[in-house]
């Protein structure tokens, strides 16, 4: 295990892209919660609005840089056939499998980490008169969501095995509910929609779509040919 993760650590870091996708993500996040926080109302108490909505708004447009960095950790090696060399080098493929997962996790849990930290320290900044805020709290919960987030891209992406096929699957899973949850009428089936949505449920329900993907992919990845 300690080889099959020291190979994934090697392969991220001696590739621009995954770097760039990563500070793009960190970049954006930051961006988009400063502009959210920028169009709060403020009053003489204070301003109106939420830090950690605020920063939940950024991370809902950086998990799309996350989701593209997470399917190409796989995807990419099933396009030029690196797959191949990869499994040679460590047989057990659930083995090279649980290292990018490993990997993946870590690298998102870190990015994710400093991404959050901005957006709130940018929130703070533009809204001044908020409440002080438990940093740790405001922190984990995105961070968490960011890396079932990327989990789950991992884990699609082994099972598609195309890139364009598995960013495009996975961002209509994360941006298309939302959208149409505001186009059913019946209340009902709009709560549902949001209870079953990776995006809009609890954490619980994005661990549970993450840990079906890595299951099925795992599953895949053993039993049939690369």
Known sequence: MRRALHAEWT?????????????????????????????MACE?????????????????????????????????????GMIRTSLMAVPRRLTVFAAKAGTLTAVVA?????????????????????????????TAGPVLYLILIALLSLGIAVIVRDSATSIGAILG??????????????PQWQQL?????????????????????LAAGGLLLRTRDV
């Open 110 to 138: 870190l990015a994710g980490t400093i991404a959050v930290l901005g957006s709130l320290l940018a929130g703070r900044l533009i809204m001044p008169g908020q409440a002080e805020l438990t940093v740790g709290h405001a």
């Open 44 to 80: 003489s108490a204070g301003c109106g609005g939420d830090l950690t909505k605020v920063s939940r708004l950024g991370v809902e447009l950086g998990q799309a840089l996350v989701v593209i960095l997470a399917v190409l950790v796989i995807s990419g090696e099933y396009g030029t």
């Open 11 to 39: 392969k991220l870091r001696t590739v621009a892209s995954p770097l760039w996708l990563l500070l793009g993500m960190i970049a954006t996040t930051v961006a988009m919660a400063a502009g959210a926080a920028s169009l």
């Open 193 to 213: 929609l949001q209870q079953l949505a990776p995006t809009s449920a609890t954490l619980g329900v994005t661990a549970g779509w993450s840990a079906a993907a």
């Open 173 to 186: 899973l994360l941006y298309l509910p939302p959208i149409l949850g505001q186009t059913i009428a019946n």
